[in-house]
């Protein structure tokens, strides 16, 4: 009770604190996040069209996310990236690659291939099958792949304090140093906050995405 | 088939896959402006492929393909397939599109305005009896089969294209649903006057639906007739074992006993046991057996109930003996009419033999032969599906075992 109660104080005493923490957790998330999103939605559909590149790609975003995440930072460190805000986007973009590009690449090439074969037939061109049957068809299920990829990415973030990022992380690393559980706590409780809802959120997204055809 | 006003013309096309012989190959055929014409064959023969060549969705390796005077090759891909409609077995609807979308869909691309998109689909609807109110706003997944492609045809319609391509378009469907659609589409045909490339490899859809028939084996045309000439007069063997059955069975009056006989049926020689008589029977699986003489001669018929009957008494006599000779026998040449009058009128007999002019034993005609007759006559002449009437009393008609 009292850890709650000086958890309780911790909040109010330094609402700024947690605010800039979370704040820097939100870039931490939203800049790699995005940079995946921009970067492997567009070339998985790449590869959906010039299949040869699909190996690859795949190939490079399942070894991203292989390798341990603290061993991704640590790689970070080593190939002369040093500490900091850079080489811990750099490892949970590359960390976030994997589940949207698997995604992306399964929701397009999952299309029936009657409905490509008649588009087709219909004289739809390749961009045209891709934006106007394709994407629609596919959209839930590369949100989905998104979903996981930022709810991995806000865990990940968390262990990003390790290489001088900030974030919530450092709240909590900063509290285990003071052995203070309550800020420990103070850094963790808006960390899991952050996951609810974002899992919350892209869940919504993903049903609203959902073409209604699709759920009948 | 004449040259006329062809407006598709196939000229020597081939299509290779690479290392494997071709998959179409000198294929050459002039489609006059509004007919149907049937693709048929069995399945790999290379239908589907020149179907799609049509539409350039495969590129022919050699020859040509000429639509409306003008080489395929010179127009643009994309509008050669806008001006051509394109029905498939998958259906392929879109999903995620409403039925009015979905139907007018081609138009979108071809730039018309949604009021007048939905003014379409509304009137096609209207064409196959569906409500557009009810319809227009669904999507696909609420729909049947049978509806799906319903609208799949329609689709293919919306731009009011010269040419259809169809192909299988009813083959994925239960058979009740695809004789009903076949009827619709026939009807359908006399309001839009259309040529149609339909791909099949159902005889009764091809001659159900056909104008002309052509018929396809390892890539070229074995041959090309209207469906009565081909039925009338097959090129070859193969053309005749396609259509073997319903050129036999066009009508009960123009088959002869000789066409639907038995020709091996369950015998056993008058001089055999009866014990032995009654395995045959039970080897045979047949109820009666045809009791012949040392020649052949029909003796007479011999029933499984008297034979069970004489072994219980402990008779010895030979098979000759119970023989029952009041059978009305047929030739060879009498019609399956006749067959089917005699048969009426002697209710006792479930089988009649027929026998040749030295009343040597050739065949037998028995019940389910003439219901499988009658079957086959009405649905060649009103598409009706297979009824499937299995005699499990018939003498497989196979294995000619004949007891000395
Ligand atoms: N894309 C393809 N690549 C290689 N072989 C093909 C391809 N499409 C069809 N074939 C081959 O060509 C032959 C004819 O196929 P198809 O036209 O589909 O026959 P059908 O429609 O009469 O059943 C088959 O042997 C098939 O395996
Ligand atoms: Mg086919």
Same mark, same amino acid.
């Given at each position: 009770?009292?850890?709650?109660?000086?958890?309780?104080?911790?909040?109010?005493?330094?609402?700024?604190?947690?605010?800039?923490?979370?704040?820097?957790?939100?870039?931490?998330?939203?800049?790699?996040?995005?940079?995946?999103?921009?970067?492997?939605?567009?070339?998985?559909?790449?590869?959906?069209?010039?299949?040869?590149?699909?190996?690859?790609?795949?190939?490079?975003?399942?070894?991203?996310?292989?390798?341990?995440?603290?061993?991704?930072?640590?790689?970070?460190?080593?190939?002369?990236?040093?500490?900091?805000?850079?080489?811990?986007?750099?490892?949970?973009?590359?960390?976030?690659?994997?589940?949207?590009?698997?995604?992306?690449?399964?929701?397009?090439?999952?299309?029936?291939?009657?409905?490509?074969?008649?588009?087709?037939?219909?004289?739809?061109?390749?961009?045209?099958?891709?934006?106007?049957?394709?994407?629609?068809?596919?959209?839930?299920?590369?949100?989905? &792949?998104?979903?996981?990829?930022?709810?991995?990415?806000?865990?990940?973030?968390?262990?990003?304090?390790?290489?001088?990022?900030?974030?919530?992380?450092?709240?909590?690393?900063?509290?285990?140093?003071?052995?203070?559980?309550?800020?420990?706590?103070?850094?963790?409780?808006?960390?899991?906050?952050?996951?609810?809802?974002?899992?919350?959120?892209?869940?919504?997204?993903?049903?609203?995405?959902?073409?209604?055809?699709?759920?009948? | 088939?004449?040259?006329?006003?062809?407006?598709?013309?196939?000229?020597?096309?081939?299509?290779?896959?690479?290392?494997?012989?071709?998959?179409?190959?000198?294929?050459?055929?002039?489609?006059?402006?509004?007919?149907?014409?049937?693709?048929?064959?069995?399945?790999?023969? &290379?239908?589907?492929?020149?179907?799609?060549?049509?539409?350039?969705?495969?590129?022919?390796?050699?020859?040509?393909?000429?639509?409306?005077?003008?080489?395929?090759?010179?127009?643009?891909?994309?509008?050669?397939?806008?001006?051509?409609?394109?029905?498939?077995?998958?259906?392929?609807?879109?999903?995620?599109?409403?039925?009015?979308?979905?139907?007018?869909?081609?138009?979108?691309?071809?730039?018309?305005?949604?009021?007048?998109?939905?003014?379409?689909?509304?009137?096609?609807?209207?064409?196959?009896?569906?409500?557009?109110?009810?319809?227009?706003?669904?999507?696909?997944?609420?729909?049947?089969?049978?509806?799906?492609?319903?609208?799949?045809?329609?689709?293919?319609?919306?731009?009011?294209?010269?040419?259809?391509?169809?192909?299988?378009?009813?083959?994925?469907?239960?058979?009740?649903?695809?004789?009903?659609?076949?009827?619709?589409?026939?009807?359908?045909?006399?309001?839009?006057?259309?040529?149609?490339?339909?791909?099949?490899?159902?005889?009764?859809?091809?001659?159900?639906?056909?104008?002309?028939?052509?018929?396809?084996?390892?890539?070229?045309?074995?041959?090309?007739?209207?469906?009565?000439?081909?039925?009338?007069?097959?090129?070859?063997?193969?053309?005749?074992?396609?259509?073997?059955?319903?050129?036999?069975?066009?009508?009960?009056?123009?088959?002869?006993?000789?066409?639907?006989?038995?020709?091996?049926?369950?015998?056993?020689?008058?001089?055999?046991?009866?014990?032995?008589?009654?395995?045959?029977?039970?080897?045979?699986?047949?109820?009666?057996?045809?009791?012949?003489?040392?020649?052949?001669?029909?003796? &007479?018929?011999?029933?499984?109930?008297?034979?069970?009957?004489?072994?219980?008494?402990?008779?010895?006599?030979?098979?000759?003996?119970?023989?029952?000779?009041?059978?009305?026998?047929?030739?060879?040449?009498?019609?399956?009419?006749?067959?089917?009058?005699?048969?009426?009128?002697?209710?006792?007999?479930?089988?009649?033999?027929?026998?040749?002019?030295?009343?040597?034993?050739?065949?037998?005609?028995?019940?389910?032969?003439?219901?499988?007759?009658?079957?086959?006559?009405?649905?060649?002449?009103?598409?009706?599906?297979?009824?499937?009437?299995?005699?499990?009393?018939?003498?497989?008609?196979?294995?000619?075992?004949?007891?000395?």
């Amino acid at each position: 009770m009292t850890l709650l109660l000086h958890t309780w104080q911790f909040f109010t005493q330094h609402p700024g604190t947690i605010w800039r923490h979370t704040l820097q957790q939100l870039y931490l998330v939203a800049i790699p996040m995005s940079a995946a999103i921009v970067v492997a939605v567009p070339l998985t559909m790449l590869a959906t069209r010039v299949r040869w590149l699909y190996g690859p790609v795949m190939g490079f975003a399942n070894a991203m996310q292989t390798i341990p995440s603290l061993a991704l930072l640590a790689i970070m460190i080593a190939i002369g990236l040093g500490i900091g805000v850079l080489p811990a986007v750099l490892a949970l973009f590359l960390y976030a690659l994997m589940p949207i590009v698997r995604n992306t690449y399964v929701g397009i090439m999952g299309v029936d291939p009657g409905v490509k074969d008649a588009a087709r037939g219909m004289g739809v061109t390749s961009w045209q099958l891709l934006w106007m049957v394709e994407m629609p068809l596919a959209l839930h299920v590369i949100i989905a &792949g998104i979903r996981s990829s930022l709810v991995a990415t806000i865990g990940f973030a968390t262990l990003a304090s390790l290489i001088g990022a900030g974030g919530l992380g450092s709240l909590i690393m900063e509290g285990m140093g003071m052995a203070s559980n309550s800020i420990v706590l103070a850094g963790t409780i808006p960390a899991i906050v952050l996951a609810f809802l974002a899992e919350g959120l892209m869940g919504g997204l993903e049903r609203a995405l959902t073409p209604r055809g699709l759920r009948v | 088939m004449t040259n006329g006003e062809a407006i598709l013309e196939f000229r020597g096309v081939t299509k290779s896959f690479g290392g494997r012989a071709p998959a179409v190959r000198g294929f050459t055929l002039s489609v006059p402006r509004g007919q149907l014409v049937v693709l048929i064959g069995p399945s790999g023969c &290379g239908k589907t492929t020149t179907l799609r060549m049509v539409n350039r969705l495969i590129e022919p390796t050699a020859g040509a393909i000429w639509i409306e005077g003008r080489d395929c090759k010179t127009y643009n891909p994309v509008e050669l397939r806008r001006r051509l409609g394109y029905v498939i077995q998958r259906i392929g609807l879109m999903p995620h599109l409403t039925i009015a979308d979905n139907i007018s869909f081609v138009l979108r691309f071809m730039g018309q305005p949604p009021a007048a998109r939905r003014a379409r689909a509304a009137e096609l609807l209207e064409m196959v009896g569906l409500a557009p109110e009810e319809y227009l706003d669904r999507f696909p997944a609420e729909l049947s089969g049978g509806q799906q492609q319903r609208i799949g045809v329609l689709r293919a319609l919306a731009h009011d294209p010269d040419i259809i391509l169809m192909d299988e378009p009813f083959g994925a469907l239960d058979p009740l649903m695809r004789e009903q659609l076949q009827e619709e589409f026939k009807r359908l045909l006399r309001t839009v006057s259309k040529t149609i490339v339909f791909v099949t490899h159902d005889m009764d859809e091809a001659l159900l639906m056909a104008d002309v028939i052509v018929l396809m084996k390892d890539g070229q045309i074995v041959q090309v007739a209207p469906p009565e000439d081909m039925l009338r007069n097959p090129a070859d063997e193969f053309v005749a074992s396609f259509i073997g059955r319903h050129r036999v069975l066009r009508q009960a009056s123009e088959v002869s006993v000789a066409d639907v006989m038995i020709a091996s049926p369950a015998m056993t020689g008058a001089a055999n046991g009866l014990a032995r008589s009654l395995e045959l029977m039970r080897r045979r699986r047949v109820n009666s057996l045809l009791v012949h003489d040392q020649e052949g001669r029909f003796e &007479g018929v011999v029933r499984q109930a008297d034979l069970q009957q004489h072994i219980e008494d402990g008779d010895q006599s030979p098979v000759g003996s119970l023989a029952d000779r009041a059978v009305e026998a047929l030739s060879p040449s009498d019609s399956g009419l006749t067959a089917m009058h005699r048969l009426l009128e002697h209710q006792r007999a479930d089988s009649l033999p027929v026998l040749d002019e030295n009343h040597r034993i050739v065949g037998l005609v028995t019940r389910g032969t003439l219901v499988g007759l009658l079957g086959d006559a009405l649905r060649v002449a009103s598409g009706v599906q297979d009824l499937n009437v299995a005699d499990p009393t018939l003498p497989a008609p196979a294995s000619g075992e004949m007891a000395p």
